[in-house]
């Protein structure tokens, strides 16, 4: 009884950390349906194409691309062109910076 209890127990542990944590999908996918996205968190990957960099708020704004489509990262980190990176942020459906507007985007979660 005690061995049917603990298998029990690790399923629905398992379950809920699966069900708990982000979900790898494609910049496409978030572009296409934003709002299935919005203040959720995901992760992308891909290969950083272009940075502006933000010095008055130590942070940066990048964008990634996937090989589906490309979208902006914002973040508090400062990778090199070219770099492939994991992204672990959530989605949100525009930034505003010095009077530029970033559409959908990724506000990357501090480490």
């Known amino acids: 009884m005690g061995k049917i209890r603990l298998l029990y127990f690790l399923a629905l542990s398992g379950t809920l ?22 203040d959720k968190q995901v992760i992308v990957k891909g290969e950083v194409t272009e940075i502006i960099g933000l010095p008055f708020a130590h942070k940066s704004i990048y964008r990634i ?19 492939k990176v994991a992204v672990k942020g959530v989605v949100k459906s525009a930034v505003i910076i010095n009077d530029s507007t970033y559409g959908t985007v990724i506000v990357e979660k501090e480490k």
């Open 65 to 83: 691309d996937d090989g589906t489509d490309t979208i902006w990262v914002f973040s508090q980190k400062v990778p090199s062109k070219g770099k």
């Open 17 to 38: 950390i699966i069900y708990g944590c982000a979900s790898h999908v494609s910049i496409s996918d978030i572009k296409n349906d934003p709002s299935k996205y919005h």
